[in-house]
């Protein structure tokens, strides 16, 4: 690289760390100008581009040729004889030594990007030497004087230049510059050396060229096999040599056409991950021949939109691979075109393939994607007379599609029931395991289980299918649609047909599925209700703890670690009650959420005999709740005439009119009497028993009550307290939270 003005003194260490494969760059002393040698690996290609002041250089395997080419004339001027190089913008010439020759060479720079000459012109006196920009010339005799003009680089000789139409060239003639075509990365037909007939003899000479080389030429032979191998379809050869060049020189390795012809092999050798690696280099981004491995990569991850509309762009390429090669090629490419409703190019790929003498397994595969064209085209007999012909193919693979095809389109028409159609896949995950195929079978029974709301088949099989793939959209489709069921089964109501201890056992299995923020906490609040429902405390329990802990804040959090805390007293935990509101205790809590974590706590401490300071809790608290609760304590307590003063707050001051008493009532009531029994408190059970004995008689505890309520006349209240001493606690307070979960869900109860 030669400019004609000088760059920053750390120009060749800023280029050395910026670029290391081509390292090491060496400055060559100039005055007033820069000359840069890269150690770019031969088949890399600078292009040059300006944007005001700055010129880009971008190295990368591409044609040897400039994108323009000088035109150089012959002409007579004023001193004589003079060959003409017609250029822009050339501010200065340079003469400087080659490095290593020692040959004198005169250098004009100039400003226009990729124009130079695309090979050795030899004139008598000198030779224009190749160049991807700009003009080079090597003087070859004494008295050479090249000069500048506006338009040309003007060489002529002290005495008399020797020219002739002959030995002046130029491309073209006439003063323009010529536009030169780039090659391809691959040029398959050059690489083959000849027929099949000379495979031996050629092979035997690359190899020995492979041995008697060392070094970068060790390399570059050895990149000569690999192609050779490639282009006769010895896809396995030409990965191997192509293995050994990446382990032993990297400069090659870096090349992109490197890159496409070892990407190119991994993806012919099955090896997808690796292909997509190394396709994926950012030294092949918008290369027209890389684009179409990328196509088949998205193929064979059954992305079929960017896939057939990779292969519409390349399908000009592929006409020059080995028939192995091109065959597979065109297999892919017809079926995404029969993948995105393009019958018609799917058509003629397949007739390519045919009328190039395929392989029996090939014609198999062809057979097959003509079943599936004619079944898109309307014609299901057809197909289905196809793929019954192929069902017990030697070819493994189409054998299984075959089945498979016919399975489907069974149900879909209903000669096939869900049930003996999902038997007939079961069976055909084991026709053909580990690819593609085995995805589409487990994608398809996931949505046929989840169909029969076989959820745990559906989620399974859906599982499996995703981790074959896990990179491509369709693996994230199948990721998607377990969210779906998943979501379904919980919050959706899906899976109400679920026992429940298998619905909280799917749901452990598959929770990563749970979906974050509001929609996730409703599934799980869904889930805990069913399993409270039907008395799965302790599953219940451990869900909300799981929930608390891990993904609620603020109020919310409160909220369900008051769930929490009834859960663990029901469970006959107070312990554990108190451990979840000391977890969840949160500032700043609405007035509902904040009594009734006071009553919960106080229902705990009582039941680990901490009576006196759970009374002290809710002492001044006369909620309803709060009355209830106190009621409870100081039964259990024994204080009989502090429980009478309380259970009288939860009945009516006197008896309802025009309508009976209800249940809770009515057991108010007899819970009364009997507290008053037990306090001897004679006054108090007279006043009950003239208000309510009307009322009582005709409920169903009318005996009991007037039972407890003769004994006031007949003075015998001791003897019927002795009988009552070992009366069971009133337990108001947990009695109404659970006749509340009788008619309402959990989650309804804050």
Same mark, same amino acid.
């Given at each position: 690289?030669?400019?004609?003005?000088?760059?920053?003194? =750390?120009?060749?260490?800023?280029?050395?760390?910026?670029?290391?494969?081509?390292?090491?760059?060496?400055?060559?002393?100039?005055?007033?100008?820069?000359?840069?040698?890269?150690?770019?690996?031969?088949?890399?290609?600078?292009?040059?581009?300006?944007?005001?002041?700055?010129?880009?250089?971008?190295?990368?395997?591409?044609?040897?040729?400039?994108?323009?080419?000088?035109? =150089?004339?012959?002409?007579?001027?004023?001193?004589?004889?003079?060959?003409?190089?017609?250029?822009?913008?050339?501010?200065?010439?340079?003469?400087?030594?080659?490095?290593?020759?020692?040959?004198?060479?005169?250098?004009?720079?100039?400003?226009?990007?990729?124009?130079?000459?695309?090979?050795?012109?030899?004139?008598?006196?000198?030779?224009?030497?190749?160049?991807?920009?700009?003009?080079?010339?090597?003087?070859?005799?004494?008295?050479?004087?090249?000069?500048?003009?506006?338009?040309?680089?003007?060489?002529?000789?002290?005495?008399?230049?020797?020219?002739?139409?002959?030995?002046?060239?130029?491309?073209?003639?006439?003063?323009?510059?010529?536009?030169?075509?780039?090659?391809?990365?691959?040029?398959?037909?050059?690489?083959?050396?000849?027929?099949?007939?000379?495979?031996?003899?050629?092979?035997?000479?690359?190899?020995?060229?492979?041995?008697?080389?060392?070094?970068?030429?060790?390399?570059?032979?050895?990149?000569?096999?690999?192609?050779?191998?490639?282009?006769?379809?010895?896809?396995?050869?030409?990965?191997?040599?192509? =293995?050994?060049?990446?382990?032993?020189?990297?400069?090659?390795?870096?090349?992109?056409? *490197?890159?496409?012809?070892?990407?190119?092999?991994?993806?012919?050798?099955?090896?997808?991950?690796?292909?997509?690696?190394?396709?994926?280099?950012?030294?092949?981004?918008?290369?027209?021949?890389?684009?179409?491995? +990328?196509?088949?990569?998205?193929?064979?991850?059954?992305?079929?939109?960017?896939?057939?509309?990779?292969?519409?762009?390349?399908?000009?390429?592929?006409?020059?691979?080995?028939?192995?090669?091109?065959?597979?090629? *065109?297999?892919?490419?017809?079926?995404?075109?029969?993948?995105?409703?393009?019958?018609?190019?799917?058509?003629?790929?397949?007739?390519?393939?045919?009328?190039?003498?395929?392989?029996?397994?090939?014609?198999?595969?062809?057979?097959?994607?003509?079943?599936?064209?004619?079944?898109?085209?309307?014609?299901?007999?057809?197909?289905?007379?196809?793929?019954?012909?192929?069902?017990?193919?030697?070819?493994?693979?189409?054998?299984?599609?075959?089945?498979?095809?016919?399975?489907?389109?069974?149900?879909?028409?209903?000669?096939?029931?869900?049930?003996?159609?999902?038997?007939?896949?079961?069976?055909?995950?084991?026709?053909?395991?580990?690819?593609?195929?085995?995805?589409?079978?487990?994608?398809?029974?996931?949505?046929?289980?989840?169909?029969?709301?076989?959820?745990?088949?559906?989620?399974?099989?859906?599982?499996?299918?995703?981790?074959? *793939?896990?990179?491509?959209?369709?693996?994230?489709?199948?990721?998607?649609?377990?969210?779906?069921?998943?979501?379904?089964?919980?919050?959706?109501?899906?899976?109400?047909?679920?026992?429940?201890?298998?619905?909280?056992?799917?749901?452990?299995?598959?929770?990563?599925?749970?979906?974050?923020?509001?929609?996730?906490?409703?599934?799980?609040?869904?889930?805990?209700?069913?399993?409270?429902?039907?008395?799965?405390?302790?599953?219940?329990?451990?869900?909300?703890?799981?929930?608390?802990?891990?993904?609620?804040?603020?109020?919310?959090?409160?909220?369900?670690?008051?769930?929490?805390?009834?859960?663990?007293?029901?469970?006959?935990?107070?312990?554990?009650?108190?451990?979840?509101?000391?977890?969840?205790?949160?500032?700043?809590?609405?007035?509902?959420?904040?009594?009734?974590?006071?009553?919960?706590?106080?229902?705990?401490?009582?039941?680990?005999?901490?009576?006196?300071?759970?009374?002290?809790?809710?002492?001044?608290?006369?909620?309803?709740?709060?009355?209830?609760?106190?009621?409870?304590?100081?039964?259990?307590?024994?204080?009989?005439?502090?429980?009478?003063?309380?259970?009288?707050?939860?009945?009516?001051?006197?008896?309802?009119?025009?309508?009976?008493?209800?249940?809770?009532?009515?057991?108010?009531?007899?819970?009364?009497?009997?507290?008053?029994?037990?306090?001897?408190?004679?006054?108090?059970?007279?006043?009950?028993?003239?208000?309510?004995?009307?009322?009582?008689?005709?409920?169903? +505890?009318?005996?009991?009550?007037?039972?407890?309520?003769?004994?006031?006349?007949?003075?015998?209240?001791?003897?019927?307290?002795?009988?009552?001493?070992?009366?069971?606690?009133?337990?108001? *307070?947990?009695?109404?939270?659970?006749?509340?979960?009788?008619?309402?869900?959990?989650?309804?109860?804050?």
């Amino acid at each position: 690289l030669v400019f004609d003005r000088e760059g920053p003194e =750390n120009l060749a260490k800023a280029i050395e760390n910026m670029a290391p494969q081509f390292a090491p760059v060496d400055i060559l002393p100039l005055a007033g100008a820069t000359v840069l040698r890269l150690s770019a690996p031969v088949t890399q290609v600078p292009r040059m581009s300006k944007d005001e002041n700055t010129w880009t250089v971008d190295i990368r395997r591409r044609s040897p040729l400039p994108v323009q080419a000088i035109s =150089n004339v012959l002409g007579k001027g004023k001193e004589g004889p003079e060959v003409k190089f017609l250029v822009k913008s050339v501010s200065r010439l340079l003469s400087l030594s080659h490095p290593e020759l020692g040959d004198r060479l005169i250098v004009a720079p100039i400003g226009e990007p990729n124009l130079g000459s695309a090979k050795i012109d030899e004139f008598p006196q000198f030779r224009a030497l190749p160049s991807y920009q700009g003009v080079v010339l090597q003087p070859t005799a004494e008295g050479l004087v090249v000069a500048l003009t506006p338009r040309a680089v003007v060489v002529r000789s002290r005495d008399e230049l020797i020219v002739s139409d002959d030995t002046a060239r130029s491309l073209p003639r006439g003063g323009e510059s010529a536009s030169i075509p780039p090659i391809k990365m691959l040029d398959l037909e050059a690489d083959r050396l000849g027929s099949d007939e000379d495979y031996l003899r050629n092979l035997q000479g690359l190899q020995r060229t492979v041995v008697e080389t060392t070094g970068i030429q060790q390399g570059l032979a050895r990149l000569d096999l690999a192609r050779f191998f490639f282009s006769h379809g010895r896809i396995a050869e030409a990965t191997g040599m192509l =293995n050994l060049i990446a382990q032993e020189n990297r400069r090659l390795s870096d090349d992109p056409a *490197f890159k496409l012809l070892l990407g190119a092999s991994q993806f012919l050798s099955d090896k997808f991950d690796d292909a997509q690696k190394t396709l994926s280099s950012t030294a092949l981004a918008g290369e027209w021949e890389a684009n179409l491995w +990328q196509a088949a990569l998205a193929a064979s991850g059954q992305d079929w939109g960017p896939a057939a509309i990779g292969f519409s762009e390349t399908l000009p390429l592929i006409e020059s691979f080995p028939s192995n090669v091109r065959n597979k090629l *065109f297999l892919l490419a017809a079926e995404a075109d029969l993948q995105v409703g393009d019958t018609g190019a799917a058509s003629l790929l397949l007739g390519k393939i045919l009328s190039s003498e395929p392989t029996e397994f090939e014609t198999a595969q062809v057979d097959f994607l003509e079943g599936q064209r004619l079944l898109q085209d309307g014609q299901p007999e057809e197909a289905k007379a196809i793929w019954k012909g192929l069902k017990y193919n030697r070819h493994r693979p189409t054998s299984a599609r075959a089945r498979h095809a016919l399975a489907k389109l069974g149900i879909e028409e209903g000669t096939l029931t869900q049930k003996e159609g999902i038997e007939q896949l079961e069976q055909l995950r084991f026709a053909w395991r580990g690819d593609k195929f085995e995805f589409a079978i487990l994608s398809e029974l996931g949505d046929r289980y989840a169909d029969e709301q076989d959820f745990r088949k559906s989620l399974h099989s859906l599982r499996q299918a995703a981790s074959y *793939f896990p990179h491509s959209e369709r693996a994230d489709n199948v990721a998607r649609r377990m969210k779906e069921i998943f979501e379904g089964m919980y919050i959706d109501d899906g899976g109400r047909r679920i026992p429940p201890l298998s619905s909280i056992a799917l749901y452990e299995e598959f929770k990563e599925l749970t979906p974050l923020g509001e929609k996730g906490d409703m599934m799980i609040a869904k889930l805990a209700d069913r399993l409270v429902d039907v008395d799965l405390l302790e599953q219940a329990g451990n869900l909300l703890d799981e929930q608390v802990e891990f993904r609620l804040e603020g109020e919310e959090k409160a909220r369900v670690g008051n769930r929490l805390s009834l859960i663990r007293l029901l469970e006959g935990d107070p312990e554990m009650s108190l451990a979840a509101l000391d977890k969840t205790n949160v500032d700043n809590l609405s007035k509902e959420l904040t009594q009734q974590r006071l009553h919960l706590r106080a229902r705990a401490l009582a039941e680990l005999d901490k009576k006196d300071e759970a009374l002290q809790l809710i002492a001044s608290d006369e909620s309803l709740d709060a009355i209830r609760l106190k009621s409870d304590i100081l039964w259990d307590m024994r204080r009989w005439d502090d429980a009478g003063k309380m259970l009288g707050k939860l009945i009516p001051a006197s008896p309802p009119e025009g309508r009976p008493l209800n249940e809770e009532e009515s057991q108010g009531v007899i819970n009364l009497a009997i507290a008053q029994t037990m306090a001897g408190d004679n006054e108090g059970l007279k006043l009950l028993r003239d208000s309510y004995k009307t009322i009582m008689s005709d409920g169903p +505890q009318g005996d009991t009550f007037k039972l407890l309520t003769s004994s006031v006349d007949s003075g015998s209240v001791t003897s019927i307290a002795d009988e009552l001493k070992q009366v069971s606690q009133v337990q108001a *307070f947990m009695k109404q939270y659970r006749d509340r979960l009788k008619s309402s869900p959990l989650s309804k109860i804050n």
